[in-house]
């Protein structure tokens, strides 16, 4: 990742509603939310949501697809992955000791599920 990339995705991410936008598509993967959902989930008025998935939209960190008449936006995972290791990637210089909390603080939340056989 660029550093432009990266700091075109954190100014973004650098306002409550769209922090709060992004945090809620994130949890709703992989079905996405419409715009109007998201809106009415925030309290935040149509117009207003437009123009704030617009700005993650540009930043790259939103994707959306129209749905017959309504566009469902999904939080682009690619991208969260992509800027997170862009920040961690050097971590602590290499003493790998001082980056274990923050991996093992990461892997509960995202281990794959196992399936029973």
Partial sequence: ME???AIAALAALAQATRLE????????EPDGVPAGELARLLDVPQNTMSAHLATLSRAGLVKSERQSRSIIYRADLQALRDLTLFLVKDCCGGATELCAPLIAELTPCCAPQVKPS
Wanted: no cysteine; charged share 20%; aromatic share 10%.
């Fill in 21 to 28: 936008t992004f945090r809620l598509l994130v949890r709703h």
């Fill in 3 to 5: 550093n432009n990339t």
